[in-house]
């Protein structure tokens, strides 16, 4: 009886496993719901504007964001009473500037993960960005059915991704962040996906962590627009850092 009963589970625990699709497979679908490879592949630059919002603060503020392939980008937040926030890289450095902490030029681990973290059109480049990716089981996001991925990159912790089983949207997101603090585990809900010019992607991300809730919502993109030439070089601040202090003669 005991053996006919443990055979019984293994067996429904072998099919439920079998029946999950693959990570590959979700992962191209994505692409492929949210506006297709040759669509990705026109975009070579973008320029986005939205709002900011920290409600536990009573915070709020605007940003504005560039991208260029391969993965250049800077993104600008002005925060209401704080000041500014400005974060980029030119593909080859990352920085990060602000009025609380100053400047600051990123290296070692920190250096990679934004220079990762900034790949222009990364949904269609997820096989360079991940050595591993695996579908481990099924799980509610906000009462919505979804798969559940371990994604593990080349560099780095792995990331847990929540996939709508029937839109195939990415619903929410589990990974570490590398800061100038250091490292922040947080939680990433994907909302209100809209077609923009395009390419369909979330409007509303909210970001969870165990120090604050931050409320990201989009309002414009403009793809393949012409960029400041010099909208990628550092500020002078870091620019500033980058070069060797001349040693007293």
């Given at each position: 009886?005991?053996?006919?009963?443990?055979?019984?589970?293994?067996?429904?625990?072998?099919l439920m496993a079998a029946e999950l699709p693959k990570a590959e497979t979700l992962l191209d679908?994505?692409?492929?719901?949210?506006?297709?490879?040759?669509?990705?592949?026109?975009?070579?630059?973008?320029?986005?504007?939205?709002?900011?919002?920290?409600?536990?603060?009573?915070?709020?503020?605007?940003v504005?964001?560039?991208?260029?392939?391969?993965?250049?980008?800077?993104?600008?937040?002005?925060?209401?009473?704080?000041?500014?926030?400005?974060?980029?890289?030119d593909g080859t450095i990352a920085w990060e500037n602000s009025a609380v902490m100053g400047p600051h030029l990123r290296s070692g681990a920190e250096l990679r993960y934004h220079l990762r973290d900034a790949i222009f059109n990364a949904p269609i480049?997820?096989?360079d960005i991940f050595k591993k990716v695996e579908t481990?089981?099924?799980?509610?996001?906000?009462?919505?059915d979804c798969y559940r991925l371990l994604l593990t990159p080349v560099e780095g912790k792995p990331e847990t991704?929540?996939?709508?089983?029937?839109?195939?949207?990415?619903?929410?997101?589990?990974?570490?962040?590398?800061?100038?603090?250091?490292?922040?585990?947080?939680?990433?809900?994907?909302?209100?996906y809209k077609d923009m010019d395009g390419i369909i992607m979330p409007t509303l991300l909210i970001q969870k962590?165990?120090?604050?809730?931050?409320?990201?919502k989009l309002e414009t993109i403009i793809p393949n627009g012409k960029l400041p030439k010099d909208r990628f070089i550092p500020p002078a601040e870091i620019r500033q850092l980058m070069t060797p202090t001349k040693k007293a003669a």
């Open positions: 009886m005991k053996r006919a009963l443990l055979l019984a589970i293994v067996g429904t625990a072998g679908k994505y692409v492929e719901v949210t506006g297709g490879r040759q669509n990705y592949e026109k975009r070579t630059t973008e320029y986005m504007t939205g709002t900011v919002e920290i409600p536990a603060a009573g915070v709020k503020g605007r504005e964001m560039w991208g260029q392939a391969p993965n250049s980008r800077v993104e600008v937040l002005d925060i209401e009473g704080v000041g500014r926030l400005e974060t980029g890289t480049h997820w096989r481990t089981g099924v799980e509610k996001v906000e009462g919505v991704w929540f996939i709508d089983q029937k839109t195939n949207y990415v619903l929410k997101m589990v990974r570490t962040s590398i800061t100038t603090l250091g490292e922040v585990n947080g939680e990433y809900l994907m909302k209100d962590s165990s120090s604050a809730e931050i409320r990201l």
